[in-house]
């Protein structure tokens, strides 16, 4: 017994599989829509579908029941219940959650204006234009509905028009489209104010933000939202919207990158319900795919960003060329690059702390995308200033893998050949001094004291002693991890620095060639004496002379002060006679026998003129 209904009630119910209309009279047509079986009326169905109504005409069977199978319906179940209950006259709500789905409904089964004035598609394309179309928040919520209808309303170009009216809603001024735009902010009125109920309160946001927009688009499914992000990048919307809207999407839904993540302030979500779970996501397939939408630009934060996706991008595996791509991207700018963000752990089975074979490669993109002339050097340029590369990237990265060295050099399991291969992947010329590359190899001997002889020569060579500083000098001469001959290099190195140093201090440099010149001799005199031994004991003697002239220096400055005091104090004849006795005990004179012969020429010396004192000794019997 068919139930009971009233006037509010829906006719249509169902019994198990089965769909029944309560009209009191025997169904003539069965539509099966996935298993599900449709007990329906001709003609009902005949005024309105096109598609039944040539089914219908195809069939012989006129007289009994008609069987149609309508397995591709798109929409399913849920989308065909609403076309008959259009065909039956019962009233459909449109909204931007259906919208898609009756669309394509109505398009499938033909129920244009030809079987009928304002048949359901008219209304729906009505609908889509004037309302949809034209509201920010009704496009993006009909967009996230149209998961089950994907792919017949891509055909149909709905799911383009709502990209294209969001892209262009996205590069214009929101206030042209009316009040409320966004989904999860206030209601504002244009003025600012915030609207109750379409009444202007009065009270004024906190703030207004330009990014308004991406925490809307990022409720949208991966696909959806790549092809968003592909009209936008036709509109011709600048690149640093679209980089923000791709961070803003991977942030959201790849753990690992919340540290990067920007507080979105105190907007609230209402429609949260609809957003995209996190659970439900193929992280894998996420990065493989939006990691091709990003631009190429450039930016402190920008590269922080690279190096925590390439980071997630070794964790999740993906395919070579993702990676490739995003160390591509990181050399380009690896200038901007921080120490933190190339220390990526390992997570392959290698014993090594973190991924060296990475941070090779992207210093070779960043090579590759450089033009530096080679800057020959040689050992008789040792007393020019160290010359370095004009650019600017080239001294940032230059120390930041000097840095990087340093940090990994504690590994114990770091071997030799490839701790050189990460020195030598940047070019000599590069390094305008070598004191960063000397304290990570140093810091790597330490780790590693089982290294042999020959390993520490092999590593030791690719340091140029010139380059280093004095003080990098005196600590590698004095250092016990480098072999003999290394010790040997720096020493002389370093009685050049002080050779130099002393002449500075003594006035005396001599020119360019003699400086060579003292050069050469000096190599000549180290090598025709008994190997290092001499050379240290030679800079022992350099050092101990520098020091005793210092010395001498100030003992000199400090009577010099002293006899200045004594005199200054000579304003009485008594007074005078003892300050020259005690000049002539500081200079070391023997004591005079008469005392008023001393006064009598103390006073003539001082009232004399300058000339007549500098010549009277010479007139003098002492």
Known sequence: MAPTTTPWASPFYNKGNDWFVDTYLPSDIVVEIGGTSFHLHKFPLLSKCGKIAHALEESENTDKEVHLTLDCCPGGLDAFIIAAKFCYGLRVELSPTNIFVVYCVAEFLEMTDEFGEENLLAQAEAFLHKVVLRSWKDCIVALQ????????????????????????????????????????????????????????????????????????????????????????????????????????YLRKYLPGLDRWQIGLGGRSKNLANLAMATGIIDQKVLLECLEKLLPERKGKSYSRFLLGLLR??????????????????????????????????????????????????????????????????????????????????????????????????????????????????????????????????????????????????????????????????????????????????????EQLHLRKALSQCLHVLDSDSNAAADANDLTGQILQRDGWVSLVRENCGLRIDLEG??????????????????????????????????????????????????????????????????????????
Request: glycine share 4%; aromatic share 6%.
């Open 549 to 622: 002239m210092r010395s001498r220096v100030r003992v000199l400055e400090q009577e010099f002060a002293s006899m200045k005091r004594d005199l200054s104090k000579a304003d009485r004849p008594h007074s005078l006679s003892i300050t020259a006795q005690a000049i002539s005990r500081k200079l070391g004179c023997m004591p005079v026998a008469n005392s008023s012969s001393l006064h009598c020429d103390a006073i003539e010396s001082f009232g004399s003129s300058p000339e007549r004192s500098i010549k009277k000794p010479h007139h003098s019997n002492h």
């Open 145 to 248: 509905s149209a998961d089950n209808s994907i792919s017949h309303a891509e055909s149909l170009r709905i799911v383009h028009k709502c990209l294209s009216a969001l892209s262009m809603m996205v590069c214009t001024d929101p206030s042209l489209f009316g009040w409320p735009m966004m989904m999860y902010g206030s209601l504002q009125s244009p003025g600012g104010s915030i609207l109750w109920n379409g009444i202007n309160t009065g009270a004024r946001i906190r703030s207004s933000v330009s990014d308004w927009w991406l925490e809307d688009i990022s409720c949208l499914s991966m696909l959806m939202f790549k092809q968003l992000i592909e009209t936008m990048t036709e509109r011709g919307i600048r690149p640093e919207n679209i980089c923000g809207a791709l961070m803003h």
């Open 312 to 493: 997630i991008a070794m964790i999740l595996n993906v395919c070579q060329s993702c990676k490739d791509s995003l160390e591509r991207r990181i050399g380009m700018q690896l200038e901007l690059a921080t120490l933190d963000g190339l220390l990526i752990p390992n997570f392959s089975y290698s014993d090594h702390l973190y991924d060296t074979d990475c941070v090779e490669r992207i210093i070779g993109h960043f090579l590759s995308c450089q033009s530096v002339p080679v800057v020959s050097f040689s050992p008789s340029s040792i007393s020019d200033p160290p010359r370095s590369p004009s650019s600017t990237p080239i001294r940032k990265v230059t120390r930041l893998i000097d840095s990087y060295l340093s940090e990994i050099a504690p590994d114990v399991n770091l071997k030799p050949d490839k701790m050189l291969s990460l020195v030598e992947a940047l070019p000599e010329s590069f390094r305008s001094l070598h004191d960063g590359l000397y304290q990570a190899l140093d810091i790597y001997f330490k780790a590693h004291p089982w290294l042999s002889q020959s390993d520490r020569e092999q590593l030791c060579n690719s340091i140029d002693y010139g380059r280093l500083s004095i003080d990098a000098c005196a600590h590698a001469s004095q250092n016990e991890r480098l072999p003999l001959r290394v010790v040997l290099q720096v020493l002389y190195f």
